[in-house]
């Protein structure tokens, strides 16, 4: 997905619609049918990440919730913007949380949490991420 955001002429096309859609309107590019492909994409994705997580976990009402609260604290971790930083911090975030459970399982999501304040305290920006300018 990254070489497509930032490798192609969609890509180019997408990321200037997020900054300037009046523009790239201007330029003739039709900015309302490249939201509808990008929403379509986005929920196919989404959908398909419900679908590949629905036999792992036991789907129940709050887990979407749940689910934020773990995609937050990824990125939080591995730094906004960056894919890489996310991956690495789903990494970080599977490993801290499968050795709190092994090690202290009462507080295993607590671990978590401590490695994100830590995180924030070190690199507000996150693992990989940037800071602002």
């Known amino acids: 997905f990254w070489f497509v955001l930032h490798r192609t002429r ?3 096309f997408i990321r200037a619609a997020a900054l300037d859609r009046e ?22 994705l989404g959908g398909l990440g419900g679908a ?8 129940v009402p709050g887990m979407d919730t749940e689910m934020i609260v773990e995609a937050f604290i990824v990125v939080v971790i591995g730094g906004l913007g960056s894919f890489w930083g996310t ?23 607590f671990s978590v949490f401590v490695l994100m304040a830590a995180v924030l305290i070190i690199r507000p920006w996150g693992l990989l991420g940037r800071p602002l300018k």
């Open 10 to 12: 969609t890509g180019r």
């Open 52 to 59: 590949l997580v629905t036999p792992v976990k036991t789907i």
């Open 87 to 109: 991956f690495l911090g789903a990494l970080v975030y599977g490993q801290v949380l499968s050795f709190g459970i092994l090690f202290i399982p009462r507080f295993s999501i």
């Open 23 to 44: 523009t790239l309107g201007a330029l003739g590019v039709n900015v309302n049918r490249l939201y509808m492909v990008v929403f379509m994409i986005g929920s196919f």
